[in-house]
């Protein structure tokens, strides 16, 4: 893997949020922020009318909205689903130095009510996202070998005068058939998924960044149904009372719950 991006922390101010890619070339600066903002999603696999495509996503409800702002002093920029970290607010930046002196922010996390912001499909290690693919190739590639013992059932239901040889021959031949057809499928369909393995790679740099032990085993999904879990039986666990972050969105696309957050390694905390 690539070495990983740098994490600074800080306090958000001058808050921008483009919500529509209309807005997004409005003036010089949001150029600037739009062009840098599809190269990030280049980097994860998406390139073209990125912007376009992903606001357009599931039916319109995942939209893509960028931003920049000011943190510690540094220019910030980036772009994720849902933007609702604002002025005021301390967050940690998992970044990217870029050429123009900003920083491109690939995950920001808000320690306040540990929301996690993340890349669109970028919330699994390479491990799990690979233990997963596997399983949804095996479970649609074995239709095929159900409909054959279907077919089997069917045959020996309708016609009493199957003989034995041939009833051995006829579950040969579909078994034969169905096992083709279940490698045949299960090829196919594991190398449409694997596609998204670059979204895992990105994934796992940037819990690799923010000291996880394991990120290619992470999965933030899971990470996320503990949080909420913890929260039913316990109350309260992991917010701080009284806050408008406590009042917002429980749910928002691709910004997850996390329960611990591991400490960073010094090697990747941005040197002043």
Known sequence: ???AFIVFSGTVSNLVVI??????????????????????????????????SLQHASGGDIKLQLFRCEIAGKTVYGCFSRIFFADGEQVDIVAEPQEDGGFYAYSVRRPIDHRLWLPFYCERGTHIHRKINISIAAWWSSIPIFL???????????????????FLELVGIFLFSG??????????????????????????KI??????????LLDMNKENAQFI??????????????????????????????RIAPEVPEKFKLKE
């Open 1 to 3: 893997m690539d070495n």
């Open 229 to 258: 879990k913890d929260c039913k039986e316990h109350g309260e666990f992991y917010y701080v009372p009284d806050t408008k972050q406590y009042q917002q969105i429980l749910v928002a696309p691709c910004v997850y719950h996390y």
């Open 179 to 204: 096992f083709i057809s279940f490698f045949f499928f299960f090829s196919c369909i594991y190398g449409l998924l694997k596609g998204f393995a670059g979204y895992s790679q990105l994934a796992e």
């Open 207 to 216: 819990f690799l960044t923010l000291g996880y032990k394991n990120p290619e």
């Open 19 to 52: 919500e529509h890619e209309s807005n997004v070339f409005s003036d010089e600066k949001n150029r600037r922020l739009g062009a840098l903002a599809t190269l990030g999603l280049a980097a994860i696999g998406e390139s073209g009318s990125a912007a376009t």
């Open 148 to 166: 054959c013992f279907i077919a089997i059932y069917f045959i020996c239901i309708y016609d009493k005068n199957v003989s034995l040889s041939y």
